[in-house]
């Protein structure tokens, strides 16, 4: 059973620094796309980027480039969303999500639980 | 970017009805879409992608047409578990920049 289970809650300061994780378990990592989605009540469900863990290859969402940093480490089957300098305007709950073909990244199949992510003074 | 648009935003149909919800896309993107269900406090359940491919264990009254720019769907017979929100993506471009709709609440009646 592919499972995508993500670190926990967290409340930050502006301009603090954040790393968030989705370990997976269930299928071969390094062959699978993951893809981070912000949630937030205004605006929705958001692409955010991706990584082929096999090779590192990266993609961002222009709107999101520079502000955050997604990477992935195969030898414990796990992905990550860092924060250099959080902003209030991160806050919001965070999806991990595995894509359903390994070749390209496109829909998202096994989606981690969510993780909110509070940012305030 | 390529710009979903989902109407209407809200929808409220009784048990049993159909219910029909469409999803517009600024420019083509063939074949390339993908809806999902979420219910409150849950992630994002992936119901359909290739615009009418359904997702296995996915009840066979959900179906999804559509190509290009104009996409529905059609739930047949809602049940109670129906009442949620749902979602279209496309993943049509490289390099990626995959999009949302904003989503259609589908309510009971």
């Known amino acids: 059973e592919v499972q995508l289970v993500q670190s926990g809650q967290e409340v930050k300061k502006p301009g603090e620094s954040l790393n968030i994780s989705c370990k997976t378990s269930g299928y071969n990592f390094a062959n699978y796309w993951i893809g981070w989605v912000r949630q937030t009540p205004g605006k929705g469900l958001e692409w955010m980027g991706i990584?082929?863990?096999?090779?590192?290859?990266?993609r961002y969402n222009p709107s999101f480039q520079g502000q955050v940093t997604i990477s992935a480490d195969t030898s414990i089957s796990t992905a990550y969303l860092l924060w250099r300098s959080l902003k209030a305007s991160d806050t919001a709950i965070y999806y991990c999500?595995?894509?359903?073909?390994?070749?390209?990244?496109?829909?998202?199949?096994?989606w981690g639980q969510g993780a909110l992510v509070i940012v305030s003074s | 970017e390529i710009v979903l648009t989902q109407s209407p935003a809200t929808l409220s149909v009784s048990p049993g009805e159909r219910a029909t919800l469409s999803c517009r896309a600024s420019?083509?993107?063939?074949?390339?879409l993908a809806w999902y269900q979420q219910k409150p406090g849950q992630a994002p359940r992936l119901l359909m992608y290739g615009a009418s491919t359904r997702v296995t264990g996915i009840p066979d009254r959900f179906s999804g047409s559509g190509s290009g720019t104009e996409f529905t769907l059609t739930i047949s017979s809602l049940q109670s578990e129906d009442f949620a929100v749902y979602y279209c993506?496309?993943?049509?471009?490289?390099?990626?920049?995959?999009?949302f709709g904003q989503g259609t609440k589908l309510e009971i009646k």
């Open positions: 993506q496309q993943y049509d471009k490289w390099p990626p920049l995959h999009t």
């Open positions: 990584i082929y863990p096999g090779d590192s290859d990266t």
């Open positions: 420019q083509s993107v063939r074949s390339s």
């Open positions: 999500a595995r894509t359903g073909d390994t070749a390209i990244p496109n829909w998202f199949d096994s």
